[in-house]
């Protein structure tokens, strides 16, 4: 029965762990917690010859979190465990040789064993046969007890602590004590069978040894823990514990415990940034965040990377609530982009999600039956022109859409006329501008060359060569509303402030920084300065550009330093390098400010060597750690 109750006692605690895992929903680091955690569990010990049954172990532990998954502790512990029943099975006759013999003394009276000869660790042939194994039914005929007291010095480690599952690694130096009684607390005693020694010894002893830990912790609420893993305790055993106990005294095995924390570094939002310089405190768990708290969009869905799954969505696309683009009308085109979103599946589409119309007769291809009528021919709602006349020039392209049948006709549907009334070389049959001016070249239409299709015929361009696309004003010439080099129309960027440098589309050649981003920028100041020389100047001017491109952008600027201290006069004029970098950083702002910059739109801090990009041990990395990083702050 004993057997049984036991089995039904750890069917009971998987259920119960089961049910409390998903209702765990805090992450947890323990940087600065102190926290107080007492449990129990089953152990075995581990010998040469198993006489033992399975014992219970109560333990507690005091803990410090020096850093965010690193803790320091106290641990304190008690177990007990019986002799097994299969000692029962055994007796002199069977084994032969001799034995240690067993006793206890209380008071003056002396008791021994019913089997007085019966050593404790016997032979392979005594106890070989009927080892206890995983038992918990205890001996009738010895009534031997044995229980341990521990004390640890420990260090533990944890790793995933920004979710709510913490595997863990304990190790310990622990002073740890054993004794063997009867049931009445009375310590047995032993006589050695290896020596001539007939000295009756109490079967106690204490010894530094090591304890190991290895498990996990949930948390089911904020500052609760629950633990559970594999303990082991290995004393440093000497001689007289191997005589009398074999090596009882090291065992291993299973543990619960509940913790509770106190204190620590607060982290609200479980985003790895403590709450005191945290600017986006309510940030959901799971999200990518900048050094500030915030955060992270890269793709500007709405959807913040780290619980994006689509991270790279084009801009501009309509998302769900995982960041994957909606397509209503599977197009390949996403809503928010799509213009037509109830295109029929299977339709080609352009670049807006429009179904193609390649002879724009107003019938898409997907439905269109003929799709290379002429423009401007009238079409049924298959996209096949009408001919009335059937002179062969269809509708809506014929000037003369009642022609007699058979009829011989111009390209225009009317009976052929050698009449040129504007005198460009095209009779009027043909010509599509029959009021051409008298001396303009026109083309084999009647029309006036445009060589630069501008839409301004040459004979009134006064800038002939206008490249294909520019927008241009009524005499031909291209339109520069930004003034950036590059003409309207080509400008894919025809907003750019004055002063910006821009690349051949007219964009600024600085790309915009995101919130968090930051560029980095090696700025040449003379040992121990911080006034902005002239080729300092030239290596700030990426930093103006970006500035005035982006005149919404609020930035941060970042000194910093190598990690070579100031030293000589040097160091009179400055404390440490974290001095030097505010005092660069703030006399960046202000040559930023002589060039027009708005000053309320910069800040300044100095991070001195705490933060470099590369060694600090070569001429070149420290060349790279003395710079100026501009962040965008908003």
């Known amino acids: 029965m004993r057997k049984k109750r036991k089995g039904s006692e750890m069917k009971r605690l998987v259920?119960?762990?089961?049910?409390v895992f998903p209702?765990?929903?805090?992450?947890?680091?323990?940087?600065?917690?102190?926290s107080v955690g007492l449990g129990g569990g089953l152990f075995k010990n581990a010998m040469m010859f198993d006489y033992m049954v399975i014992g219970k172990s109560y333990s507690g532990e005091l803990k410090y979190g020096i850093t965010k998954d690193l803790e320091i502790g106290f641990w304190g512990g008690y177990g007990v465990t019986y002799a097994a029943n299969?000692?029962?099975?055994?007796?002199?006759?069977?084994?032969?040789?001799v034995f240690r013999r067993t006793r206890v003394v209380v008071g003056d009276s002396v008791f021994t064993y019913p089997y007085h000869e019966a050593r404790l660790w016997g032979t392979p042939y005594a106890l070989g046969k009927s080892r206890a194994g995983f038992i918990f039914d205890r001996s009738k005929i010895f009534n031997w007890k044995y229980s341990y007291t521990t004390l640890a010095l420990f260090v533990q480690f944890r790793s995933m602590t920004r979710s709510i599952f913490n595997p863990l690694i304990l190790a310990g130096i622990e002073r740890y004590n054993y004794k063997l009684t009867d049931d009445n607390g009375h310590i047995i005693q032993g006589l050695s069978t290896s020596s001539q020694d007939t000295t009756w010894k109490d079967i106690k002893n204490s010894h530094w040894g090591l304890l190991t830990r290895i498990g996990f912790e949930i948390f089911p609420a904020e500052n609760v823990g629950i633990q559970a893993g594999a303990v082991a305790h290995f004393p440093f055993t000497d001689p007289f514990t191997k005589e009398y106990m074999d090596s009882l005294v090291s065992s291993a095995g299973l543990e619960a415990k509940l913790t509770f924390y106190y204190g620590g570094v607060k982290d609200s939002d479980k985003d790895g940034v403590i709450n005191k310089i945290d600017r986006c405190p309510d940030t959901p768990f799971g999200a990518i965040v900048d050094e500030y708290g915030c955060p992270m969009d890269s793709d500007g869905d709405g959807v913040f990377d780290g619980l994006d799954k689509c991270p790279n969505t084009i801009y501009g696309a309509v998302v769900d609530l995982t960041g994957c683009a909606v397509d209503s009308d599977q197009d390949g085109v996403p809503d928010g982009i799509d213009r037509c979103v109830n295109t029929p599946k299977g339709a080609r589409v352009d670049s807006l999600g429009c179904p193609i119309d390649q002879d724009k007769d107003?019938?898409?291809?997907?439905?269109?039956?003929?799709p290379n009528t002429p423009v401007g021919a009238i079409v049924d709602s298959v996209g096949c022109p009408f001919d009335s006349d059937g002179d062969g020039v269809y509708d809506g392209i014929d000037e003369c859409p009642n022609s007699p049948q058979g009829s011989?006709?111009?390209?225009?549907?009317c009976p052929p006329s050698k009449v040129d009334t504007d005198g460009d070389g095209i009779t009027d049959d043909i010509d599509r501008c029959p009021d051409t001016p008298r001396g303009v070249q026109v083309d084999s239409l009647g029309c006036p060359l445009d060589l630069d299709w501008d839409t301004v015929p040459d004979y009134k361009d006064k800038c002939p060569k206008t490249p294909r696309g520019a927008i241009v004003d009524t005499v031909g010439c291209p339109l520069d509303g930004?003034?950036?080099?590059?003409?309207?129309?080509?400008?894919?960027?025809?907003?750019?402030?004055?002063?910006?440098?821009?690349?051949?589309v007219g964009c600024p050649i600085v790309k915009e920084l995101k919130k968090g981003e930051s560029i980095s920028i090696t700025v040449h100041f003379e040992s121990c300065e911080w006034t902005v020389t002239e080729q300092a100047a030239k290596d700030l001017e990426i930093g103006l550009q970006l500035l005035k491109a982006y005149p919404e952008m609020r930035v941060v600027i970042e000194g910093h330093t190598d990690d070579r201290p100031p030293v000589g006069e040097c160091a009179r004029r400055v404390k440490n390098n974290t001095e030097l970098s505010i005092l660069r950083a703030k006399a960046v702002k202000d040559w930023y400010v002589k060039q027009g910059i708005d000053p309320s739109r910069m800040e300044t801090i100095g991070y001195g060597e705490t933060r470099p990009r590369?060694?600090?041990?070569?001429?070149?990395?420290?060349?790279?750690?003395r710079r100026i990083e501009i962040r965008r702050i908003e």
């Open 15 to 19: 259920i119960v762990l089961a049910l």
């Open 23 to 34: 209702l765990c929903v805090s992450a947890e680091e323990v940087l600065e917690k102190i």
């Open 86 to 97: 299969n000692l029962d099975a055994g007796s002199p006759d069977s084994v032969g040789g």
């Open 362 to 370: 107003g019938v898409p291809d997907f439905k269109d039956r003929c």
């Open 408 to 413: 011989v006709v111009a390209r225009n549907g």
């Open 482 to 504: 930004d003034k950036d080099g590059v003409y309207d129309g080509l400008d894919r960027c025809p907003n750019t402030p004055p002063g910006v440098e821009v690349d051949s």
């Open 614 to 625: 590369d060694t600090n041990q070569t001429p070149e990395g420290r060349a790279n750690n």
